[in-house]
């Protein structure tokens, strides 16, 4: 179970309002960097997204100390860091936040789901679910669950499944 992730953003301050009306959450600041917000969902597992400036990195402490962060200046605007998130707004809630805010948002396939694509600032990638979109993801990644004991493999040992099949496209399941 994922608990918090964190993203780059342009605007942290604007960006944490936006996420917090779309997930009716909380936001908080975040005390280690300068600029930075938690947006907490509220829900049983504590869930939520940090947001840090473009181009914030963490590194790790020389000695034995937490991550610390520095400034990379030429960074670019996109990462590949992503998330799925189940939310309980609908789609067209979903949508008319993404329109109100001038960002890009709209519903793909993924193969066996469907996802909205939800570009924050038109440049950071979170893949939202609705319920029923959900019920189809868990459907859908139901055979990667606990395969290790029917795989015959012995603890540490790891099989590599192929996600290609011949009926399958290269960005599909």
Not at 61 to 88: L, P, Y
Not at 118 to 129: A, D, G, K, P, Y
Request: hydrophobic share 40%.
């Amino acid at each position: 179970m994922i608990h918090h992730f964190s993203i780059p953003v342009q605007n942290t301050r604007h960006v944490s309002i936006a996420l917090a009306k779309l997930f009716n959450g909380t936001i908080t600041g975040f005390g280690p960097y300068e600029n930075s917000y938690i947006v907490w969902f509220g829900d049983e597992y504590g869930t939520a997204i940090e947001l840090f400036p473009n181009g914030t990195e963490m590194i790790p402490d020389q000695r034995m100390g937490q991550a610390n962060f520095i400034h990379n200046q030429s960074h670019s605007e996109f990462s590949a860091t992503h998330a799925a998130i189940s939310i309980k707004q609908s789609r067209e809630e979903m949508l008319g936040i993404a329109e109100e805010l001038g960002w890009r948002a709209l519903e793909l396939s993924r193969g066996g789901f469907n996802v909205i694509e939800f570009w924050i600032e038109n440049s950071v990638m979170i893949e939202l679910l609705t319920p029923d979109m959900a019920d189809q993801y868990l459907l859908a990644t139901k055979r990667f669950s606990r395969q290790l004991p029917r795989m015959g493999l012995l603890p540490g040992e790891y099989e590599i499944l192929s996600s290609h099949t011949a009926s399958s496209s290269p960005r599909s399941w």
